[in-house]
């Protein structure tokens, strides 16, 4: 008898944690956080070149589009490598599209995915916080915030690079919000090799660039 009840003891301990393990894991990504801190110095930024070499699309998909199965572009990725592959890139991006990819390709092309992610994503934190102008190219255009503006415009792109088609498939993953950033919530960042003494909170560093909100 007392075996019988030592075996049901541990079944129900057994399930006791397996339900606790599930309430604690809670949802996979968490809200965006206000930020009500001063208004900081321009964006110190990687200033990297151009990019002029002709790649091959390599991990970027270019498939058009099935009308009978829209979701079919967007599977539920196990990894961003992953979802970025999935991206439909078309042959024309809106303007505000390309600011923000823009943005991605020359401040951190030469960076992990997440890295570009996470530029991506301050730029659309800016345009929605209301401390900024409210579009993605007026974010990047915005005086004295992006070094790799000039003349207030940018430099050209080779289009048909591998860089410059991942940019854009990280582009349209932070515009539809479907993958976390490793610094969600940032408003600022900077090149990991100054040290411009902001008075904010660190949020994280991710690549060669460390973000603040």
Request: a neutral charge; proline letters at 6%.
């Amino acid at each position: 008898m007392s075996k019988i009840l030592t075996k049901a003891s541990l079944i129900s301990t057994a399930a006791t944690l397996l339900f606790a393990l599930i309430v604690a894991a809670g949802p996979g990504v968490a809200a965006q956080r206000q930020n009500s801190g001063p208004q900081s110095p321009a964006l110190i930024t990687s200033n990297n070149p151009v990019e002029t070499i002709n790649e091959p699309l390599d991990g970027v998909n270019t498939t058009p589009l099935d009308p009978q199965n829209p979701e079919a572009s967007s599977p539920n990725s196990s990894s961003l490598a992953e979802l970025v592959s999935a991206q439909v890139i078309g042959d024309e991006l809106s303007p505000q599209m390309k600011c923000l990819a823009g943005a991605i390709y020359f401040e951190a092309k030469s960076e992990s995915l997440e890295g570009q992610l996470a530029v991506g994503r301050v730029v659309i934190n800016r345009a929605k916080s209301g401390r900024f102008p409210a579009s993605y190219c007026g974010v990047v255009y915005q005086h004295s915030q992006f070094s790799f503006v000039r003349g207030a415009a940018m430099p050209a792109i080779n289009a048909q690079s591998r860089l410059w088609h991942n940019a854009v498939a990280i582009a349209q993953i932070a515009d539809g919000d479907m993958w976390q950033s490793e610094a969600e919530g940032a408003l600022f960042f900077h090149a990991a090799h100054v040290s411009p003494r902001w008075n904010l909170r660190r949020i994280a560093r991710v690549e060669n660039h460390i973000f603040y909100q």
